[in-house]
């Protein structure tokens, strides 16, 4: 029966950050892995360095490693959270076998490690106890493989992260002064452009900023929201979630970018309708990619998409080479692709509308000085995409 201190206990845990490991094992009793945040040095100073992991009971891996009585922990790098998800569970629909994820490569013991992993440890199993819900397995280390180079992936606040080094301050009152200065902005990598560059100059105009940005789609702004790894985010209203203070920011547009040769460019502003029949180079950032299905759907159209990609800039090449054309809903600044191609950029008329760009933060988070001066000027009249 769950309790209220159980419930705290497990809020406060998800505030301590642990690197995110996939425990792996093969031999006799079958081959198993799962991935798990519970894995802690022991001591270096036994016959052989003693580390602990434990594993849910139910998690098949459990059984295997009990039977096999050797598993490796594969300490992942910040860039293979899809490793750590696929070992959780999360792609069952498109992988018929979880290791296919990656590549392994077998240790002294058997067990598998992750290829291209930044940490892996073999070790024999010498002690195991059930606890709760949990086996706690005690490993002694037979072998030890370390990557050249990069950086853990970290899990804190039910959310993935990466450290960032921070240098110690020569004096406290230099450590209040970077405490002051100090600003964690996420933003979504295809709008934060036309906002983040003026704003954050008029704040470093102001006095000194430490700014840590943090790019990517809705999901993963969202997320370093919701973690306390960014204070403020910059992200479309639509599908954010409740517990959040929101600042409107843009309303969005729908706007058609075609090659300058298209036949259509030379129209005034487009329909809908206009639209059926071209194929589609589909800016894949969510929300905004459904927002765009939706709208022409809604106005009779099914999309015909013929490329997709997450970088605005791939999409306005492909355009740009003819290969179809893309309905955006934030008017792009240049008329030429990154190959220098020319393009034309037409309004697109339609009863849906996009949404609006917001700027949130947690409503129940503290925010710091620097974070408070931003809001202030986003607030301000002057014009934010000015």
Request: net charge neutral; glycine share 8%.
């Amino acid at each position: 029966m769950p309790t209220p201190l159980r419930d705290q206990f497990l809020q406060a845990m998800s505030r301590a950050a642990q690197t995110v490991n996939v425990v792996t094992t093969d031999g006799p009793a079958g081959r198993a892995g799962v991935t798990v945040s519970a894995m802690a040095s022991v001591s270096a100073d036994t016959p052989r360095p003693t580390l602990l992991v434990c594993v849910h009971h139910q998690a098949s891996a459990a059984g295997s490693i009990l039977g096999n009585g050797h598993f490796v922990v594969n300490i992942l790098r910040d860039d293979q959270a899809y490793i750590a998800d696929a070992f959780a569970g999360r792609f069952k629909d498109q992988l018929a076998d979880k290791f296919d994820v990656t590549d392994w490569v077998a240790m002294g013991s058997g067990s598998p490690r992750v290829a291209e992993g930044l940490v892996a440890l073999d070790c024999r199993v010498t002690s195991s106890d059930r606890i709760g819900t949990h086996h706690v397995f005690m490993g002694a280390v037979q072998e030890v493989h370390l990557a050249p180079s990069g950086l853990p992936l970290i899990y804190a606040h039910r959310a993935y992260g990466s450290p960032r080094r921070i240098d110690t301050p020569a004096s406290l009152a230099d450590a209040r002064q970077g405490q002051e200065a100090r600003l964690s902005v996420a933003a979504l990598r295809s709008f934060g452009p036309y906002v983040l560059p003026g704003l954050v100059r008029r704040l470093a105009e102001a006095g000194p900023l430490d700014l840590t940005l943090v790019e990517g789609d809705q999901r993963r702004v969202e997320a370093a929201l919701r973690s306390g790894e960014a204070e403020l985010g910059l992200l479309h209203e639509a599908e954010l979630g409740p517990g959040y203070v929101t600042l409107p920011l843009a309303e969005l547009d729908p706007v058609v970018v075609l090659a300058a040769d298209h036949p259509l460019a030379r129209r005034g502003a487009l329909e809908v309708r206009d639209l059926a029949g071209q194929p589609l180079v589909l800016l894949a950032a969510p929300p905004a990619d459904a927002q765009v299905l939706h709208l022409l759907r809604a106005g009779g159209v099914e999309p015909k998409i013929a490329f997709r990609s997450s970088s605005f800039e791939m999409v306005r090449g492909l355009v740009g080479q003819g290969l179809g054309v893309a309905v955006l809903s934030m008017r792009p600044a240049t008329t030429m692709s990154c190959e220098g191609r020319p393009l034309a950029t037409l309004p697109l008329r339609s009863a849906e509308r996009p949404g609006r760009i917001v700027l949130a933060h947690r409503a129940d988070a503290r925010l710091g000085p620097a974070a408070e001066r931003f809001l202030a000027l986003a607030r301000s009249p002057e014009p934010i995409l000015a």
